[in-house]
């Protein structure tokens, strides 16, 4: 079975400083897929990133980085330099790859992480 | 913009009630997906409809049904509503025929149970 664990419940940081938030995930397939979702106050999910799980290395994406790494099954991100703008929620997801699956394209979240940015 | 859209953004009934949530995706795509986020459950997984048909069941209620339609938009039909239906209702699409391809999802329907 899928799982996706999000051990952060929320993180506190000062304008400028730089935030992790870990993502820890289990499936016994051998292909799938990782993805990042904001979920800023006014509520819609904002598409981040998605990684395939044949592909470890590392992105970055402006002040976005994230971390594959599939021996310690995390898929951590990384928000550099903070703003205010980056408070929200954010969801660390795992999808199936395989056609055949009963469950293909399904996204499993976790539990998300509250960011919250104070000036 | 997602380019995703949901109607109604809000919806207020009470228990026992139905109501119907609709959802047209971007275009191009086939695949429609629904969600629930709820405080408790967290954002789980309903149903997904592809090209017309039902390819893959989460953890749907029987109260609960979908159909995707011809156009490609999709209805989300909740019946005998109780109060724990009470979440916000997300729709997503994405690309035909790529492997778990990244969803798109519209803003929302925020439905309270009274």
Do not use: M
């Amino acid at each position: 079975a899928q799982k996706v664990t999000q051990a952060q419940t929320e993180i506190s940081v000062v304008e400028k400083e730089d935030v992790t938030l870990d993502c820890v995930y289990e499936t016994r397939d051998t292909t799938y897929y990782l993805f990042w979702y904001k979920q800023p106050p006014s509520g819609e999910l904002v598409f981040l990133i998605r990684r395939n799980s044949f592909d470890e290395q590392n992105e970055i994406s402006g002040r976005y980085s994230w971390n594959f790494q599939k021996s310690t099954s995390s898929f951590n991100f990384t928000i550099t330099a903070s703003q205010v703008v980056d408070s929200a929620v954010y969801f660390c997801a795992l999808s199936e790859a395989l056609l055949a699956s009963d469950s293909w394209g399904k996204l499993q979240f976790g539990a998300g992480t509250q960011v919250v940015v104070t000036p | 913009d997602s380019g995703v859209t949901q109607t109604p953004k809000h919806l207020i009934t009470a228990t026992g009630q139905r109501v119907t949530l609709r959802c047209s995706p971007r275009s191009g795509d086939l695949s429609v997906y629904w969600y629930q986020q709820s405080l408790d459950q967290g954002l789980q997984f309903l149903i997904q409809y592809y090209n017309g048909e039902e390819r893959a069941k989460g953890n749907i209620l029987e109260r609960f049904s979908a159909q995707q339609f011809p156009d490609l938009h999709s209805e989300l039909n909740l019946s005998s509503l109780e109060l724990g239906d009470s979440a916000l209702y997300f729709c997503a699409s994405s690309a035909q025929g790529i492997p778990a391809s990244e969803q798109y999802f519209g803003p929302g329907t925020r439905l309270t149970v009274t």
